[in-house]
């Protein structure tokens, strides 16, 4: 075992502010059982990227309050440069081989996390990057995650007791995860193809392609909340065409990505949203069908009865969600109010994204 840290948390920052205090404590909280000082065996970097709200202040606030460690680090970004450039930069100071980012939402689990995840990396030099698992617990969540954590099918359900510690996952998402330099120098760090959504699922298939493995530890948990960019139902809906925009890109011009989410290798969640990505495209067909039925005086059953059968569909894909997260009636009107406007979104996004990629304009 050498001498100095070993593996370095970035937490990429923007627009953060309220967040700030509580990142920095639960870095503070941190603990390894063979070290009794943390820069014996970790490091952090926070990097602000030109967020106009005070992110920057509050941290230094932070870091601060709990005595100005020499490990940790605030980098400020004077422009936003975007989460893969903002990352890359921050990637290649760390100094380390082995790096977790954590993202503003996610909050780790217990004082363990990191150096757990210090441990998987290290045992399984084969691992490109592993993923936590992420928990919204139903007592701490409230309406707008609940409907969150069911349209997208978020990766929060309970974990089987007998999981192993590690299980192929088709991407490796970053929220609060680990990665080897080595891999992600293999395959260039991140790209800017994308600059909200997508790179995850990219530089996961392209790791798998240069003889890394992605996985998840099963056991290894973080809290999950909902971003600022999906905290309301309104923005939930908008990101939805983000995320339709995004799929030419991730699925036709990148090899490999499409084992990321469908076959053994994707893993039961990746696979169920993907079922759920095709039942939003046949509702957004269906919904504008139907609209174009009234507005051109024609039957509009056929169509409404494709609708029922989509919400039928999501509903089943959906119930391990809503029982979990003790959704009631009120959640589910609200899930259902926003479908139409979800699965016009996506298929609308999804139609842009290929024209896009068809063009060569960028998908943004």
Same mark, same amino acid.
């Given at each position: 075992?050498?001498?100095?840290?070993?593996?370095?948390?970035?937490?990429?920052? !923007?627009?953060?502010?309220?967040?700030?205090?509580?990142?920095?404590?639960?870095?503070?909280?941190?603990?390894?059982?063979?070290?009794?000082?943390?820069? %014996?065996?970790?490091?952090?970097?926070?990097?602000?990227?030109?967020?106009?709200?005070?992110?920057?202040?509050?941290?230094?606030?932070?870091?601060?309050?709990?005595?100005?460690?020499?490990?940790?680090?605030?980098?400020?970004?004077?422009?936003?440069?975007?989460?893969?450039?903002?990352?890359?930069?921050?990637?290649?100071?760390?100094?380390?081989?082995?790096?977790? *980012?954590?993202?503003?939402? @996610?909050?780790?689990?217990?004082?363990?996390?990191?150096?757990?995840?210090?441990?998987?990396?290290?045992?399984?030099?084969?691992?490109?990057?592993?993923?936590?698992?992420?928990?919204?617990?139903?007592?701490?969540?409230?309406?707008?995650?609940?409907?969150?954590?069911?349209?997208?099918?978020?990766?929060?359900?309970?974990? &089987?007791? &007998?999981?192993?510690?590690?299980?192929?996952?088709?991407? @490796?998402?970053?929220? @609060?995860?680990?990665?080897?330099?080595?891999?992600?120098?293999?395959?260039?760090?991140?790209?800017?193809?994308?600059?909200?959504?997508?790179? %995850?699922?990219?530089?996961?298939?392209?790791?798998?392609?240069?003889?890394?493995?992605?996985?998840?530890?099963?056991?290894?948990? !973080?809290?999950?909340?909902?971003?600022?960019?999906?905290?309301?139902?309104?923005?939930?809906?908008?990101?939805?065409?983000?995320?339709?925009?995004?799929?030419? *890109?991730?699925?036709?011009?990148?090899?490999?990505?499409?084992?990321?989410?469908?076959?053994?290798?994707?893993?039961?969640?990746?696979?169920?949203? *993907?079922?759920?990505?095709?039942?939003?495209?046949?509702?957004?067909?269906?919904?504008?069908?139907?609209?174009?039925?009234?507005?051109?005086?024609?039957?509009? *059953?056929?169509?409404?009865?494709?609708?029922?059968?989509?919400?039928?569909?999501?509903?089943?894909?959906?119930?391990?969600?809503?029982?979990?997260?003790?959704?009631?009636?009120?959640?589910?009107?609200?899930?259902?109010?926003?479908?139409?406007?979800? &699965?016009?979104?996506?298929?609308?996004?999804?139609?842009?994204?290929?024209?896009?990629?068809?063009?060569?304009?960028?998908?943004?």
């Amino acid at each position: 075992m050498g001498a100095g840290p070993r593996i370095t948390v970035i937490m990429p920052l !923007y627009e953060a502010a309220e967040d700030a205090p509580e990142l920095v404590a639960t870095l503070a909280a941190q603990r390894h059982p063979e070290h009794d000082d943390q820069s %014996d065996w970790m490091q952090a970097i926070l990097i602000d990227n030109a967020s106009g709200d005070g992110t920057a202040d509050r941290v230094r606030e932070a870091f601060a309050a709990h005595g100005d460690p020499d490990h940790w680090r605030l980098v400020e970004n004077e422009e936003n440069l975007g989460l893969a450039h903002s990352l890359n930069k921050a990637l290649e100071m760390a100094g380390t081989e082995l790096v977790l *980012t954590c993202h503003a939402d @996610c909050r780790f689990q217990g004082e363990g996390y990191v150096a757990e995840m210090l441990r998987l990396l290290e045992e399984n030099p084969d691992a490109g990057g592993i993923g936590g698992k992420p928990e919204m617990p139903a007592e701490l969540v409230d309406r707008v995650e609940r409907v969150y954590a069911i349209a997208n099918l978020m990766d929060v359900l309970p974990t &089987d007791p &007998d999981e192993p510690d590690l299980v192929a996952v088709g991407f @490796c998402e970053g929220r @609060c995860d680990g990665f080897r330099m080595e891999a992600l120098r293999a395959v260039g760090m991140y790209g800017d193809k994308l600059r909200l959504a997508g790179e %995850d699922q990219i530089i996961s298939a392209q790791m798998r392609a240069a003889g890394y493995g992605t996985y998840q530890a099963p056991h290894l948990r !973080y809290r999950l909340s909902v971003s600022a960019m999906q905290d309301s139902l309104g923005k939930l809906v908008a990101m939805q065409r983000r995320f339709g925009r995004v799929n030419p *890109t991730i699925l036709l011009a990148n090899r490999g990505t499409g084992s990321g989410v469908v076959g053994g290798q994707a893993g039961r969640n990746r696979q169920a949203r *993907t079922m759920m990505r095709g039942l939003q495209i046949l509702g957004g067909v269906a919904t504008v069908g139907a609209a174009a039925a009234v507005l051109g005086g024609r039957s509009k *059953t056929p169509w409404l009865i494709a609708l029922a059968g989509v919400t039928g569909g999501k509903l089943a894909l959906a119930r391990e969600h809503v029982e979990h997260l003790g959704a009631g009636p009120s959640d589910l009107v609200s899930w259902l109010a926003i479908q139409p406007g979800v &699965d016009v979104a996506f298929t609308l996004g999804l139609i842009e994204g290929a024209i896009a990629l068809a063009t060569g304009k960028d998908v943004w």
